[in-house]
């Protein structure tokens, strides 16, 4: 199996190259990727905890799903992909907004990301891929907020700053 490429970025999210996932992650290299927040009827977040073989922040909770774009793929494309690769299911995604972050992990690597952020609404129980998840969970978002505060070793580096602003978004724009 060959492994994944990631699009390399400038800060203006135009491509300009592309790595092996990995190497990117040894060496902080700006890429694409995105972040898809489901969301129920009950302003509940689906939470997924990464499957305990995962090679970095295994067990670790986080969004409901995250990864990155392949060439030639719009985001919204990307994020039914994966939803569906990780979770089963597909909702109707929408952008909400784009920023740039850096998170190292423990294991020497370093997310780099351009992170375009989704929505989606969904409100029956994933059919989780057990390559990809060990389990899931509905959490109210304050009480997600919450939880980081007083357990972030529970939640992966990235969600930790990707959620705080999803949070501030949801605050600015009353979805």
Sequence with gaps: MTEENVILVN???EQI????KLEAHEKAVL???????VLNNKNELMLQQ???????????????????QREGESNIQAGNRRLMEEMGFQTDLKE???????APFDNGLTEH???????GYYNESP?????EVESWKWMGIDAVKE?????PEAYTVWFRIIFDEFYHYLEAHKL
């Design 96 to 102: 909400l907004f784009h920023f740039i972050y850096k």
């Design 50 to 68: 990464r499957a305990h073989h995962k090679y970095h922040s295994p067990m670790l909770w986080t969004n409901t799903c995250c990864s990155h």
């Design 11 to 13: 800060e203006n999210d």
């Design 17 to 20: 190259g592309l790595m092996p």
């Design 113 to 119: 990301e351009l992170d375009h952020v989704m929505i």
């Design 147 to 151: 939880d980081i505060l007083i357990n």
């Design 31 to 37: 890429h694409r990727a995105f972040s898809v927040f």
């Design 127 to 131: 059919i989780i891929n057990p390559d």
